[in-house]
């Protein structure tokens, strides 16, 4: 549902968890509210839908890290001028079952160039890289940086078992202990796929 209470219905396709509209048309800097009707209990939660600049270069360095075995990739986008902004980075390497996932915030960077980085030893010449960068909220960021720090980055990333439990945005408006994990979240993506020099 929009800030105007109009309604979008979606519905489970033949993949199953997978749910599409017809009718959504999304609109940047709007409000929606997610309900979930679920064995008879309500669920809700709200995201504001935030733009995301464009990925506009991509660079490479082949003798990166400690050892100097490693392939860096860093790639760079301008900062949305005259706000304070939130991205949610995942890199897939194709030599990783699970994405790589990051948070950025501009606190730094407000208003200039910032750049997503990325280090791997099994990168090769041919190999494609894909790149992903979303704008999101103040309180994903918060979220998702708490899960990806309890969750450390030698693990299964967001999908290993958090030291404590890490609550979202979904509320159950049924009955509140009955909880549900992962948040909801809209943004505008831009992704680019980049092959290995």
């Known amino acids: 549902t929009n800030s105007s209470g109009q309604v979008f219905t979606f519905t489970q396709n033949t993949i199953p968890g997978t749910y599409e509209c017809t009718d959504f048309i999304p609109v940047v800097n709007e409000n929606y509210t997610l309900t979930v009707l679920y064995q008879g209990e309500t669920y809700t939660a709200s995201d504001k839908l935030l733009d995301t600049p464009q990925i506009t270069r991509v660079e490479q360095k082949d003798d990166a890290g400690f050892m100097g075995n490693e392939t860096e990739v860093k790639f760079f986008f301008d900062d949305i001028i005259n706000e304070t902004n939130h991205y949610f980075l995942r890199i897939d ?32 010449p041919g190999d494609t890289l894909k790149l992903t960068l979303n704008g999101v909220t103040l309180n994903y960021y918060n979220y998702m940086n708490v899960l990806l720090t309890q969750t450390g980055t030698n693990s299964a990333g967001p999908f290993s078992t958090p ?23 809209l943004s505008k993506t831009a992704v680019k796929e980049y092959i290995i020099q």
């Not at 994405?99 to 099994?122: A, C, I, K, T």
């Open 93 to 124: 390497d194709p030599y990783k079952v699970i994405p790589e996932y990051g948070v950025l915030e501009d606190r730094f960077f407000q208003n200039n160039e910032m750049f997503g980085l990325y280090y791997s030893e099994d990168l090769k």
């Open 163 to 185: 030291t404590s439990t890490v609550r979202g945005n979904v509320v159950n408006q049924t009955n509140f202990d009955n909880f549900a994990l992962g948040y909801f979240r």
